[in-house]
């Protein structure tokens, strides 16, 4: 590669920088920004969701609009808030953790990311194209068939959610190539940090569970648009057969978003605990067989879909054998605790404010998984409250520990402590009052996904509780925000190890960190590679190179316009029944999407004859960028 | 733990809860959650007493540079916290099986149980006997204490039929996916159904009553509901009655069998499944029959947004009539 060392060094700066970069710890801070949009607009729907169902028999929003927040809010929350902002996390850390100084493919990671953007985009253009989708995220058939969804919305699931889907599933596939890869010398598998583990795992996940979904959407694509009959009785389809691919994708789905929250709380609570990971090997043992089992459960989402003893007597046991690897993890962080030096700060509450949650979400899902007792709990307001429960109490604290505890190594500046310990307490306390009630709610008969319920039922009490819960939770991410702004005014002096008990490859290095990561890859020597220098009374890692020049791949566009394409097709081939000729017996919108993929195979055609070999970072800037942050 | 149980036990309405059974299947379903429940509060008591006592115990004070030992592992303490949920998931799991093959016993061919083919359609439950060649909408009338064996099909999307306070729920599937559960009422009483399964814009109300009463009146009820109906006796809102509301609904052997039978509506507990029929009205959704029927026929949208009937073009005396007519539309089967 000699030869590259003739090749300009091509670099951006402003938005040309955003829309171009294949940096992963930019595109890292995109899909938080991107993910952090879509959890507020996500987090509006629920909050207009619990107003509408803070007394009996309201009318502040109509039966239709109801139904299609509470589409849009679990859609929303699952695929454009939740996946992305892991995804944030993911971009922003793993590379580092294992000494890498970006991931396999950053052309694929742009591309993962742009592709998401624009999915997103479309989902949520429904709003304003004359109705969101409404049959629920879940968008069982024949309600979401075109019989009984004639409208629109329900497109907009199946492209958005296909676009984006392409997105997770190429970031997977790019995570496992980079951590197989891309581990520095001595980094070996059973010495990578937890939270690399579980990104490991969740993208093995992501691996087999997408494919699922992305013939799903295809299936019901064509059901929609072209007359298809998968899931129509009426012309010879199964309603069920939907079910099974849905909930294929579904399950493993819930351990894709909670593995790397694991992750995040087995870091933060062994940094702020000054201890090693209590059980290191049975916590990687145990993510492995989480991620394994998750796959062998996904009927218990159907126990009342009638599938007969046999099935249901099978997925009851295999559902609660999950509830093993997992109380192994509880009782490792517990135990990583005990005999430390815990510190509280934000991170750490949430990390610790997770474990009870986790857990209060954890039996629940244990009671869920007995079959006979499911038939009352399925679909009534307790399995609400379980998998907020989960999603929630389990991934959005891990998330929210996750970026407290990182956001120094992403941005240079620590968050305020105040108002992280403002926003954890206003959160916990509002998440706790929301969702711990609704257990009960369900158990007394109030089914899930109601737009109203009827006055002298006994519901009202509970459900005027929930409400002011979810506006606590609203005052927690407001105060999130805000500690954001303030703290983006300060100065950017964040040390590179500014917790000063870091154990892993992250601390190594300057916060942020230069656009190679690291000036010399280091040897790593141990678990807790960092942690094991800095107890033997070494300064930093030990070089496993010298200083040298350092190949960089180059920014490009061509991902930006990829989504673009793919969003232009999506419009183009929905909207084709409607919006009439171009010339004679061919419809405009055909024309429209087939314009729209051609931009993407115009993309794809441009980056396959067009050989970009990057360029260099030259050894004087390294040396320069060196001695400036010393 | 046994306290609890009690508190839970005492929680809800009797004709609602789950948690205040008042038949065998919902019964057994109860006994199951008490015992994960009581299991469950096991785990709960051991995270959170841990939990505490570790972060009070262990934090750290101010200025305090220790480093704490660091330690790998116990081999001893990772056995046991695997092994004990591996026992208490037994305890959990051989009771749950057993009742998972208990509540799918086939009570179809058994000539002792109650046959009942419930269909549901979007927004409202039709209940047909197929021994008695009976068809009937919105209110289940079951004998006291007899089995009840459904057939359960759905005519349009999914939907799934639930009465907490009896039997966990089963979905109705479209197509030929029919599904089978069963259940009984050991005491006389009205029990609250509901629709658990997103079904469109008024899943929220569509509900359903069970009525469960003794046997003789069951079987006066079969008797009295196959009784021809006459037509309203004023001519005029006979003839609005026999062309707008006979050509979808029947009453005793006229009219058609596509949308809710209304033989006898005027003894049912509700209009539409949510319009509480009572003379002494509490809430907006209670009313005498006659203004519930009223109520809901004057504009069956603004009761249940999105159901299929829609406004019918009547005048005021052919509404004020039929409401009057079907409110006395009565089947004097209880004693």
């Known amino acids: 590669m000699a030869h590259a060392h003739t090749h300009k060094v091509k670099r951006y700066s402003g938005i040309k920088d955003w829309l171009t970069t294949v940096d992963h710890k930019k595109i890292g801070i995109l899909y938080l920004i991107a993910g952090g949009f879509f959890f507020l607009v996500g987090g509006l729907e629920a909050l207009l969701i619990r107003i509408q169902l803070w007394k009996p028999m309201n009318d502040f929003v109509s039966a239709d609009t109801f139904n299609e927040l509470l589409t849009m809010h679990g859609t929303t929350m699952i695929f454009l808030a939740a996946m992305p902002m892991l995804f944030a996390l993911m971009n922003a850390v793993v590379p580092l953790q294992i000494g890498a100084r970006d991931v396999a493919f950053p052309f694929v990671n742009s591309l993962g990311f742009w592709t998401f953007l624009f999915g997103g985009i479309l989902l949520n253009v429904s709003w304003f194209a004359g109705g969101a989708p409404d049959a629920g995220w879940t968008a069982y058939a024949p309600l979401a068939g075109t019989t009984y969804s004639g409208d629109h919305g329900v497109d907009y699931y199946v492209l958005g959610l296909q676009i984006a889907g392409i997105g997770t599933l190429i970031g997977g596939i790019n995570f496992l190539v980079t951590i197989i890869n891309m581990r520095a010398p001595g980094m070996t598998f059973m010495r990578m940090p937890l939270f690399t583990w579980t990104a490991f795992i969740t993208s093995a996940l992501i691996l087999f569970a997408f494919p699922a979904l992305a013939v799903g959407l295809a299936a019901l694509m064509f059901d929609r648009l072209f007359d298809g009959n998968f899931f129509d009785p009426s012309g010879g389809g199964n309603a069920v057969l939907w079910e099974h691919i849905f909930w294929i994708f579904g399950h493993p789905e819930v351990y894709i978003l909670i593995l790397p929250a694991f992750g995040v709380i087995s870091e933060v609570i062994s940094t702020f605990s000054r201890k090693r990971l209590f059980g290191y090997s049975s916590m990687v043992f145990a993510t492995i067989l989480i991620g394994f089992l998750g796959f062998m459960v996904w009927a218990h989402h159907m126990f009342t879909t009638g599938l007969g003893p046999v099935a249901n007597a099978l997925f009851s046991i295999a559902t609660m054998l999950i509830a093993v690897p997992t109380g192994i993890k509880i009782f490792n962080w517990l135990f990583t605790m005990w005999g430390g030096s815990i510190k509280f700060t934000t991170a750490n509450l949430f990390a610790v404010g997770f474990i009870p949650t986790f857990v209060m979400g954890g039996v629940t899902g244990v009671m869920l998984a007995a079959a006979p007792a499911d038939f009352q709990y399925h679909d009534s307001y307790f399995v609400v409250a379980h998998f907020h429960y989960v999603i929630v109490g389990g991934l959005i604290l891990g998330i929210f520990a996750g970026l407290h505890y990182w956001w120094p190594k992403m941005f240079g500046r620590v968050l305020n402590e105040t108002l992280g310990k403002l926003t954890f307490w206003t959160f916990f306390i509002g998440f706790h009052l929301t969702f711990f009630i609704q257990h009960f709610l369900g158990l007394l008969g109030m089914p899930r996904r109601i737009w109203t319920y009827l006055d002298g039922l006994g519901f009202n009490e509970m459900n005027m509780i929930s409400t002011i819960g979810a506006v606590l939770m609203g005052f927690g991410t407001i105060f999130f925000l805000l500690n954001i702004v303030t703290t983006s005014f300060k100065p950017k002096n964040a040390s590179g190890d500014p917790w000063e008990d870091g154990r892993t490859l992250e601390w190594t290095i300057p916060s942020p960190p230069p656009e190679y990561n690291f000036a010399q890859t280091p040897l790593v020597r141990g678990y807790d590679a960092y942690w094991k220098e800095k107890m033997e009374g070494h300064s930093g890692m030990t070089p496993a190179e010298p200083i040298g020049p350092i190949h960089m791949p180059s920014p490009s566009i061509l991902p930006f316009f990829m989504g673009l394409g793919l969003f232009i097709a999506g419009i183009g081939f929905m909207y084709a029944q409607d919006w009439g000729n171009l010339f004679d017996g061919f419809k405009l919108g055909y024309a429209i999407g087939i314009a729209g993929l051609l931009i993407l195979f115009l993309c794809m055609f441009l980056r396959s004859v067009y050989d970009d070999h990057g360029f260099h970072i030259e050894e004087e800037e390294i040396l320069r960028d060196k001695g400036g942050k010393a | ?335």
Request: with cysteine.
């Open chain 2, 1 to 335: 733990m046994a306290m609890m149980v009690l508190v839970l036990a005492a929680c809800g309405r009797e004709d609602l809860s789950t948690l205040n059974p008042q038949g065998p299947v919902a019964e057994e379903q109860f006994g199951l959650m008490k015992l994960a429940i009581s299991i469950m509060l096991i785990v709960i008591v051991v995270v959170f007493a841990i939990t505490i006592y570790v972060i009070i115990r262990f934090r750290r004070r101010s200025g305090d540079k220790t480093i704490p030992k660091q330690v790998e592992g116990n081999h001893k303490l990772e056995i046991i916290w695997t092994v004990i949920p591996i026992i208490m998931l037994i305890i959990l799991g051989v009771p749950t099986v057993q009742s998972v093959f208990n509540l799918s016993k086939d009570y179809s061919k058994d000539p002792e149980a109650v046959q009942v083919i419930v269909t549901s359609h979007q927004y409202w439950w039709e209940f047909e006997y197929p021994d008695y060649g009976i068809k009937t909408a919105q209110e289940l009338i079951i004998p006291t204490g007899k089995t009840i064996s459904v057939k359960a099909k759905s005519a349009d999307v999914l939907h799934s039929f639930w009465i907490p306070s009896l039997a966990g729920k089963i979905d109705t599937n479209p197509g030929a996916n029919v599904n089978a559960m069963y259940f009984s009422a050991p005491k006389e009483g009205v029990y609250l159904g509901k629709c658990a399964e997103l079904c469109g814009p008024s899943h929220g109300l569509m509900d359903f009553k069970v009525k469960s009463v003794d046997e003789s009146s069951f079987d006066r009820w079969v008797a009295a509901i196959q009784e021809p109906v006459a037509l309203p006796s004023d001519p005029a809102v006979a003839a609005a009655f026999e062309s707008k509301c006979l050509s979808c609904h029947a009453v005793g052997d006229m009219g058609g069998p596509a949308y809710p039978n209304l033989t006898g509506i005027g003894s049912r507990e509700s209009v539409g499944g949510i319009l509480v029929n009572t003379d002494d009205p509490k809430y907006d959704n209670e009313g005498s029959v006659y203004d519930n029927l009223y109520r809901w026929i004057e504009n069956p949208d603004d009761v249940k947004p999105g159901n299929q009937m829609g406004k019918i073009d009547l005048t005021e005396q052919e509404l004020d009539g039929i409401a009057k007519y079907l409110s006395e539309l009565k089947l004097n089967y209880e004693q």
